[in-house]
């Protein structure tokens, strides 16, 4: 989905150092080693962009790149997100007459400069020259282009377009970009090609990380998880992982990426459940604060993720009913359901994240990672501490196992399994926390909580579903379909009593795999 007026494109490259102005014969042996036609003299572009960043430089250190650039077939406002290796999102808006940047792109980088003051802080010019290598049917593989760069940092107070900065830096740099028929292989082979001619991968990911490169402090050092880690390092090493999760979804939560909302939702649950299942090894006193707040993150987040899921199963369910059952506007009706719910979901997760309570989570992660109220256990090896703290976990999940049970089919063993999944979802983070220090028994146990947890997640699902199921119903009472409604509510409850059948062979699994890691055998017998 498109956020206001924005078109976005996908960028895989390579930079790569340039001593002087590229061959073209060389470039027309890379067209022929990746199976292209010679191709036609390079098309030659005059670029002038303006970088803008906050004043120490959160967006680049924040691996995100926003500009103002004219000249070229696609001059306009450009926002870079990261989108893995070699690769990038640029999130596009045109030109137009402002030297400000646009509040769409603006708001797509909050996590990162958290209302500071965007600034112009580079003006970097480039000539350029850009050869297409295409096939013999004229299908773009690749773009190779020539740069000539011209780079000044702009002073306090410089005006975008005013040319006042420092003293200007120059150099030459080759960039290869996959087109839309190229692959991975396509760059790996050109890479092979110009390392043979002398010619090898720039040190700096983008012009404007080589301009800044002395301005851009060195991320501080972070925990290693391993086999000799304590437990403190393993524990704070995951909780970085999540807190860069977090940011990483924030703009793909604003832009209704469809992953986005439950990349940043898992990452939350995931921070908060090592926050409580490792109290042992951070002062809750230090915590107990970022736990709630993370929950209400997951929270706001949570009906824009439930309803996706929902909308996704109940619409597969739908188009599956036999033609004498999906008479009448179902499908229709099913649309609107979803979509004006969906619509505010939206606008709730968008609300949370534009809102100031949002800004301060943020800031307590870092503080957080930067000062962990680390115990003293935190310093013991993780191999001795971490089995204990699974083990406690294990126990959670046994107890609501056995609530679940001592129960009839029906809305309070449904409660209990839910109840169940939480605590697995728990029990699975745990595991994963502590396998770079338990290695293989910790995997082994995460696959089968993994499992169980599916399980359960399926349950809970069909019970949701169930219930919006009886709101189509009932909405459909007025000359619609309700008995196609009622049709698949039964086959939900059909589903949820064939995973309750699959339940206890999966829990079996666990306490197996739970042993070889907790070495909990005297408090694990029985159900």
């Known amino acids: 989905m498109e956020l206001n007026g924005t078109t976005t494109v996908r960028e895989t490259e390579r930079k790569y150092e340039a001593d002087g102005p590229l061959d073209p014969d060389l470039v027309a042996a890379l067209a022929a080693a990746v199976g292209c036609v010679p191709p036609r003299p390079p098309v030659e572009h005059a670029l002038s962009a303006v970088y803008y960043d906050t004043a120490d430089l959160r967006l680049i250190r924040s691996r995100l790149t926003l500009r103002r650039r004219r000249g070229g077939s696609d001059a306009g406002w450009h926002l870079k997100l990261p989108a893995g290796a070699d690769s990038r999102d640029e999130v596009r808006l045109p030109l137009g007459r402002a030297r400000t940047p646009p509040a769409p792109l603006v708001a797509l980088t909050r996590a990162a400069h958290r209302d500071a003051a965007l600034g112009p ?5 480039t000539d350029r020259r850009e050869w297409t290598l295409a096939d013999d049917e004229g299908n773009a593989v690749a773009t190779v282009t020539d740069d000539r760069v011209t780079a000044r940092t702009l002073t306090d107070g410089a005006d975008g377009g005013s040319g006042v ?7 030459a740099e080759i960039e290869v970009e996959l087109a839309e028929r190229g ?12 390392a043979e001619a002398g010619v090898h991968r720039s040190g700096s990911a983008s012009k404007l990380g080589r301009v800044l490169a002395d301005r851009v402090p060195a991320d501080p050092p972070r925990p290693v998880a391993g086999p000799d880690a304590t437990a403190g390092e393993v524990v704070l090493a995951y909780l970085g992982e999540q807190a860069d999760a977090i940011r990483a979804a924030d703009p793909q939560v604003r832009r209704d990426a469809p992953e986005g909302v439950h990349a940043m939702r898992v990452a939350c649950r995931r921070m908060r459940s090592a926050l409580q299942s490792f109290r042992a090894l951070l002062d809750r006193a230090g915590t107990e604060d ?11 987040l949570g009906g824009a993720r439930d309803l996706q899921v929902q909308e996704e199963r109940i619409a597969i369910a739908v188009a599956t009913l036999p033609p004498e059952l999906a008479l009448g506007p179902v499908t229709a009706q099913t649309t609107r359901f979803f979509a004006t719910r969906r619509a505010a979901a939206a606008r709730t997760a968008t609300a949370a994240l534009d809102g100031d309570r949002y800004l301060a989570l943020l800031d307590a992660v870092d503080a957080l990672l930067a000062d962990p109220p680390l115990t003293e256990a935190a310093a013991d090896p993780a191999r001795t501490v971490l089995p204990d703290l699974i083990a406690k976990a294990v126990r959670r999940v046994r107890k609501a196992y056995r609530a679940a049970h001592a129960h009839p089919s029906g809305a309070e063993r449904d409660e209990q399994l839910h109840e169940m999944r939480k605590a ?4 699975r983070y745990a595991a994963e926390i502590a396998q770079p220090a338990l290695g293989r028994p910790a995997k082994q146990l995460v696959k089968a909580v993994k499992a169980t947890q599916e399980l359960l997640g399926e349950h809970q ?3 949701v579903a169930r219930g919006l199921l009886r709101e189509l119903g009932a909405a459909a009472a007025d000359g619609g379909n309700g008995f196609a409604f009622g049709w698949l509510l039964r086959d939900e409850q059909a589903r949820a009593e064939r995973v309750e059948d699959d339940l206890d062979a999966a829990w079996k699994a666990v306490r197996r795999r739970a042993v070889a890691v907790t070495a909990d055998q005297a408090g694990d017998q029985g159900r």
């Open 183 to 194: 692959t991975p292989e396509v760059l790996d082979r050109i890479e092979e090609l110009l």
């Open 165 to 171: 900065g420092t003293d200007p830096l120059r150099w």
């Open 461 to 463: 699902d069909s019970v």
């Open 121 to 125: 802080v580079v003006e970097l010019d």
């Open 290 to 300: 970022l736990v709630g707040e993370l929950r209400w993150l997951a929270g706001e």
């Open 424 to 427: 697995a979802k728990r029990l």
